[in-house]
């Protein structure tokens, strides 16, 4: 299945504006749940074992000419290197995983805004590439997630504000997925 930009549009409006009444509501827990975020092994384990699971399937999908004999074994080669990367790599995983699926959901999402006849399309375009960006930064130095967690923790204030922008995104995006992206 094909998500279209309309789906994706109700998705992210739909997480933001959950994500954000969750640090509104109740921002001493929010703001725990966000600074234990990165040390959770076991989000580290399933965030990474999807990432690598959806990778595999990536590459199983695409031409590889020559080397088209090692599709039976990109499973395997997946559940071999998930095993590596929780053994050693198991410091701030769940943080490094996040950055990976964040850099593996953005392409379906330039796909879906890529034809789309609306301007506002754009609006979602520049959204994954700030996935891009963020990805890039999880997976190659993830303490910068705790650090913005740490930051965004200090004051409840702080936290209620993101939590208002994110209900504030959320429904751009909500807005944007019933209007423009609507067939």
Do not use: C, D
């Not at 998930?82 to 995983?97: F, H, K, P």
């Not at 996040?98 to 609306?118: C, D, T, V």
């Not at 705790?146 to 995006?173: D, E, N, S, Y």
């Amino acid at each position: 299945m094909v998500l279209t930009l309309q789906h994706w549009a109700w998705m992210l409006g739909a997480a933001h504006v959950l994500a954000g009444a969750a640090a509104l509501a109740a921002p001493a827990a929010a703001g725990r749940a966000l600074e234990r975020f990165p040390r959770n092994a076991a989000l580290g384990r399933l965030f990474s074992a999807i990432a690598l699971l959806a990778s595999a399937a990536i590459v199983r999908g695409a031409e590889l000419g020559r080397f088209a004999p090692v599709k039976p074994w990109l499973y395997p080669a997946a559940a071999a290197v998930w095993v590596g990367v929780v053994t050693l790599m198991s410091e701030l995983l769940a943080a490094r995983a996040l950055g990976g699926l964040l850099l593996l959901a953005a392409q379906p999402l330039l796909l879906a805004a890529r034809w789309h006849p609306s301007a506002a399309g754009r609006f979602a375009s520049a959204f994954a590439y700030v996935w891009v960006v963020a990805g890039l930064i999880g997976v190659a130095a993830p303490w910068h997630f705790r650090r913005a967690a740490a930051a965004l923790t200090r004051a409840p204030a702080r936290l209620r504000a993101a939590g208002a922008g994110a209900v504030l995104l959320g429904a751009v995006f909500l807005a944007l997925g019933w209007t423009r992206f609507a067939p």
